[in-house]
């Protein structure tokens, strides 16, 4: 049963994937309809339009109706219950109304979308997609962190859905101008929409701009909290994103500033750059969704990070490496865990340095580069979780339970194709038109992916500082995701400009594999006692990984370096909480209890404190 | 030709279809913890001379107290005993009465549904010494 209700949480986390792309094509769609499409103005020339994003609205509501139903029902069998009181429960539950009207919106998006589709003049239709769309953005407020807040709700839910209604304005609006751009719009059409369409984006972009600031100063806390949580980690990889988007989103509001002063149709680069748009905001997306099931920086309490200890990451492995010289790559003496992104950081940039050999026409050879991706493939697939098939004892049809393990598995496929079809696409076996693609495609959801992953662990400090690297490699992935579809999307002197920041992008992530460093865990992690040899205690019948509740003094920073916490045995584990015995019974919080009396090097000569079989 | 651009064809979906379903693992991932538990009573791995009358569960969030549930179990494979939840407990604090306890090891199973909708689940474990 417990392996089932982990199930359902991941069931969930794609529902709210699937439910905000939902979402953004509904409410973007009917912003776009009003303010660029002219159905605000009884603009009936643009009706075709109109009906291909009413196409769109109406399959995106079905897409977010189907999410939160399905929502709904996973939720409910979590709680499990029959009596008439848990079913009275259920129905006065707050998330049970919220999506109740969720799925209502929706169903009436979907409903008046489709007669939209047939008659885009068709005004009662008109007002129910709009009115949906109002309910959707006012209703996922009421499923955000502003519903759980324990103080006053009323401007959290304002803000949120503010918040929600500007962004997937934006987000979704862009997309339906790529709906539009895909329609082969007259001259005359598009001199119409751009200019309409880019004040639309300009105002969502200025009340998301101002509304997220204001809820990331509530959720936040502090300034510490943006650096040192897992929360604030997110919020950063968001604005980078975003910025990257207003950049792009400034290039196209010079190209639709021409197009408005009747200098020209609209550039190939505006349409390329809309597409790009779509990709890092369904990105941007992705990080609100895991935004939603992260606790907020201000509630890790005394669990935030320092600047230095995050600094510390990031350089520590270095040092280490300088100190270590060739053993720093023999996995006796690093670990598995840092073993393994070290090599794949030595892979990555030894392909990132044949690539620009490559690109700088200096050796046509290195264009067989994506071969040694193929070795990486089969290195993540097989090496990252050690604790499983062929290395560990758990068996091969055991290990697909976890999460985490089957992620590795399928990265390490997605990486053999991706590496056979850049191979094929580079040695000219296959056309760089559609099979190229795979490249920034599978960049932009791998980034994506390393994003969500990155937070797997929230909230307590160690698996904060544990998995803080990944945020920046992701973003990196992202973007030369991005420079590569321009590249292959954009041709001439812009594509082949754009072409040259994903090298040094991928470049960068090698490095900074490399360079990768981990604080080490001192409340053992349950899966490591799949790991050989066998362990005195077998964590397997404890539930769940250490989480804030438990893991308390699990690691801490010294002020001379990095000292952790040797790891106990199971019996000093045990017994080192007994020592407030007597009196009123003691209680554990957040912050990290006093059982903090064995400190160890952090790095120690041998492997026994590294075992974190974790990647 | 037709074939090999169909096999290419099918390729190239299952890449796209696979890499939704990496997306979707990497989504799972961030599901399994939402509210936190800021604070227990009794402690985690405590020792006490008696049992405390609640058992307290604070949280960083709201909480569906009755949509929520905890059961105590002597041991790890004691037989579960449904703890009964106070209704009316501030909206951030799961607490239900404990019996008498015997010395020896307990350990609390607990799930709580945060009312944006995400359950949480764990386990308390603590131990009765009994006086002196």
């Known amino acids: 049963m417990a392996g089932l209700l982990t199930l359902l949480d991941f069931f969930h986390a794609i529902l709210a994937s699937v439910t905000g792309i939902g979402a953004a094509l509904v409410i973007g769609g009917v912003a776009f309809s009003a303010a660029a499409l002219g159905v605000l103005r009884r603009d009936a020339s643009l009706g075709r339009f109109v009906s291909r994003s009413a196409r769109a609205i109406s399959i995106g509501a079905r897409l977010a109706a189907v999410g939160y139903l399905a929502h709904v029902a996973l ?176 290039v196209n509001h ?90 794949s950081g030595l892979l990555l940039a030894v392909m990132a340095l044949l690539a620009i050999a490559e690109r700088a026409g200096i050796a046509r050879w290195a264009r067989n580069w994506p071969l040694l991706l193929l070795v990486l493939g089969v290195f993540i697939g097989v090496h990252a979780d050690r604790q499983a098939w062929p290395f560990g004892r758990m068996g091969f049809v055991e290990s697909f339970v976890d999460p985490e393990i089957i992620q590795h598995r399928l990265a390490g496929l997605l990486v053999c194709a991706f590496a056979f079809f850049e191979w094929a696409v580079r040695t000219e076996r296959l056309s760089p038109a559609r099979a190229g693609l795979v490249f920034p495609g599978v960049s932009l959801l791998g980034g994506a992916l390393l994003i969500l992953h990155s937070h797997a662990g929230v909230g307590i400090k160690y698996e904060f500082l544990l998995q803080l690297t990944h945020l920046p490699i992701a973003i990196l992935g992202v973007l030369a995701g991005a420079s590569r579809w321009l590249e292959l999307r954009l041709p001439g002197r812009e594509g082949r400009l754009i072409g040259w920041i994903w090298p040094p992008a991928l470049l960068g992530v090698g490095l900074m594999l490399v360079g990768y460093w981990e604080p080490h865990r001192a409340v053992p992690d349950p899966r490591d006692a799949w790991l050989d040899p066998r362990p005195t205690h077998d964590f397997r019948t404890t539930a769940g990984r250490p989480r804030a509740n438990t893991g308390q003094g699990a690691w801490e920073f010294a002020s001379s370096g990095i000292e952790v916490i040797r790891q106990k045995s199971s019996a000093d584990a045990h017994h080192s909480g007994a020592a407030a015995s007597s009196g009123p019974a003691p209680s554990s919080t957040l912050k990290p209890s006093g059982a903090r009396n064995h400190f160890s090097s952090c790095f120690p000569a041998s492997k026994s404190s590294t075992s974190n079989s974790r990647s | 030709m037709g074939s090999s651009l169909g096999h290419r064809r099918f390729v190239a979906h299952a890449c796209v279809g696979l890499a939704f379903a990496l997306l979707s693992i990497g989504l799972a991932a961030d599901a399994r913890a939402h509210a936190l538990l800021v604070e227990a009573i009794p402690a985690e791995a405590a020792t006490l001379e008696a049992a405390p009358p609640n058992l307290v569960l604070r949280f960083n969030s709201r909480i569906e107290h009755k949509l929520s549930r905890a059961a105590l179990l002597q041991g790890e494979d004691g037989a579960p005993q449904p703890l009964a939840i106070d209704a009316t407990a501030t909206p951030d604090r799961l607490i239900a009465a404990l019996p008498e306890l015997a010395p020896g090891s307990y350990v609390v199973d607990w799930q709580v549904l ?16 009994g006086p002196g």
């Open chain 1, 75 to 250: 939720t409910i069998f979590a709680v499990q219950g029959s009596s008439p009181a848990w079913v009275q429960a259920v129905f006065e539950a707050s998330f049970f109304r919220s999506y109740s009207v969720l799925v209502a919106a929706s169903v009436v998006c979907a409903v008046a979308g489709a007669r939209l589709v047939r008659d885009p003049r068709d005004r009662p239709a008109q007002v129910g997609v709009a009115v949906g769309a109002v309910v959707i953005a006012l209703g996922g407020a009421f499923t955000s962190h502003a519903a759980g807040w324990l103080g006053e709700r009323a401007p959290l839910y304002a803000l949120d859905a503010l918040h929600r209604a500007a962004a997937y304005s934006w987000l979704g609006g862009v997309a339906h101008l790529v709906l539009f751009g895909l329609a082969s719009p007259s001259p005359v059409e598009a001199k119409a929409v751009l200019p309409r369409a880019g004040r639309l984006f300009a105002g969502c972009v200025g009340v998301l701009v101002a509304v997220g600031t204001l809820l990331a100063i509530r959720y936040l806390g502090s300034w510490s909290a943006l650096v040192g949580t897992s929360y604030g980690a997110l919020l950063l990889g968001k604005f980078t994103l975003l910025a990257v988007l207003l950049g792009m989103a400034a």
């Open chain 1, 254 to 343: 010079r190209a639709v500033s021409r197009v408005a002063r009747g200098d020209g149709p609209p550039t190939l680069a505006l349409w390329r750059f809309a597409e790009i748009e779509v990709g890092l905001g369904i990105a941007t997306l992705l990080i609100a969704a895991t935004l939603a099931s992260t606790p907020p920086g201000v509630d890790v309490g005394t669990e935030v990070a320092t600047v230095s200890e995050v600094a510390h990451v990031f350089t520590q492995g270095w040092r280490d490496l300088a100190a270590q010289g060739r053993s720093g790559f023999d996995i006796d003496v690093v670990g598995v865990s840092v073993f393994n992104h070290r090599i």
């Open chain 2, 114 to 129: 945060s009312v944006d909708g995400h359950r949480v689940a764990g386990k308390l474990r603590f131990q009765i010494r």
